[in-house]
């Protein structure tokens, strides 16, 4: 029997909704020195709020999967990057828009992506999300979610700061799989790929439990379906590489938090580690953070997904927890955040941003954090995560 949708009307929270205005309004204040950062404040907003009304968590979908066999997340993320490859492509290929030059997210893979892509899987089950899960639950009131976000920034700069331990690993050189094939011929092989990718998934589903859920059902008419949130995340990814002229990315902003920090109250030097001896990485660690365009859109994700809470009226912070949640925020932190560092990127700009800028880094990405994510799966009893698994069930949300 199918369950009717809730259709109750949202209790809108309208001091939260004031205050996500009012950051929302001075954010784009500070940011006036350019329309590019305005325009970037403006789509990471949109992130956030995206995140949240599809309650978009890629933890929760490779859990989904590996836990229960259910696919709705994944068969997801296929129309997603499937979307965002058939946008991305053709402008990499062109090389500019508009005047403006754009780049691909194109990186080397090797046993350090392999071992940090592991690494954050296994911190995506224990802290209780991905990069982006976190900042858009850090928005959405999650307070357990503010210790993984700490420890995030933590494990990513102490990662940044040993980079010679792992700077030097065996590694494959960057492949374009853009220049190495062609527009049209990838075109066609991303096309294959996904299109089996979403037939074993639904056959998986099916086999497991006789149907297959839909992306386009929602927890609530008061949600987005997983196929409008996909829908939008890929269009939103494009907008930044249009704007900013590179795709999405998330994670280093968390290493540079961390080593301003540090630098700022004299604890460490983080011009002389080997992190930020890359000329890019260089000028960010020596710019205010608010012309960083990954910070920037970082906070602008946080106040979009608080919007969406108080719009919701679902945003209602929980100050206690358990001695072993925060404790599993704790490592998962540090996994996600030295893990994403040392895989160069997250499954954001790894494996979203990567796959769609026609890279190979990022199907290896995702080939090393999927066993990861299993391990993590295996490990969440032993915190007592999975208790909270049946409140959250008759909602559509997961944790």
Not at 109 to 136: D, E, H, I, K, W
Not at 197 to 210: D, I, K, P, T, V
Not at 350 to 377: E, K, R
Request: proline share 4%; aromatic share 10%.
């Amino acid at each position: 029997m199918t369950e009717r949708l809730i259709s109750l009307p949202p209790r809108i929270r309208w001091g939260v909704v004031s205050a996500a205005t009012a950051l929302a309004v001075t954010g784009g204040a500070v940011l006036l020195q350019g329309w590019r950062s305005v325009a970037l404040w403006a789509v990471g907003i949109a992130l956030g709020y995206a995140l949240y009304q599809a309650t978009f968590g890629f933890s929760a979908g490779f859990r989904a999967l590996l836990r229960d066999g259910r696919t709705a997340h994944v068969r997801a993320q296929c129309l997603m990057l499937a979307t965002a490859t058939l946008a991305f492509l053709p402008t990499l290929e062109a090389g500019t828009v508009f005047g403006q030059p754009v780049r691909a997210f194109v990186f080397p893979a090797g046993v350090a992506l392999g071992a940090g892509a592991f690494m954050f899987g296994v911190g995506m089950q224990l802290g209780g999300g991905c990069a982006s899960g976190t900042l858009y639950t850090v928005g959405g009131g999650s307070t357990r979610m503010l210790i993984t976000l700490l420890f995030i920034v933590v494990g990513a700069t102490s990662a940044a700061q040993h980079a010679e331990l792992w700077l030097d690993l065996p590694t494959l050189p960057s492949v374009s799989l853009l220049s190495a094939l062609g527009l049209l011929p990838l075109l066609a092989l991303y096309a294959a790929v996904f299109a089996l990718l979403w037939h074993f998934a639904l056959g998986h589903e099916r086999r497991r439990h006789g149907s297959a859920v839909s992306i386009w059902q929602r927890a609530s008419t008061l949600e987005w379906s997983f196929a409008w949130g996909a829908l939008a995340l890929a269009a939103l990814n494009f907008a930044t590489l249009l704007i900013a002229g590179r795709p999405w990315g998330i994670t280093q902003a968390f290493a540079l938090w961390g080593s301003k920090t540090l630098d700022l109250t004299g604890l460490a030097d983080p011009v002389f580690w080997a992190f930020w001896e890359q000329p890019t990485r260089a000028e960010a660690l020596h710019r205010p953070l608010w012309v960083d365009t990954t910070s920037v859109m970082d906070v602008a994700v946080v106040v979009g997904a608080l919007l969406a809470a108080g719009l919701a009226g679902r945003f209602s912070p929980q100050w206690r927890t358990t001695p072993s949640h925060l404790l599993a925020s704790v490592i998962g932190g540090l996994l996600l955040g030295a893990g994403a560092i040392i895989a160069t990127g997250c499954n954001i700009s790894a494996m979203f941003s990567g796959i769609a800028s026609g890279s190979l880094h990022g199907w290896l990405w995702i080939a090393a954090a999927l066993p990861g994510n299993w391990l993590g799966v295996q490990l969440r009893p032993l915190f007592g995560l999975d208790e909270i698994r049946g409140r959250r069930q008759a909602i559509g949300h997961s944790v």
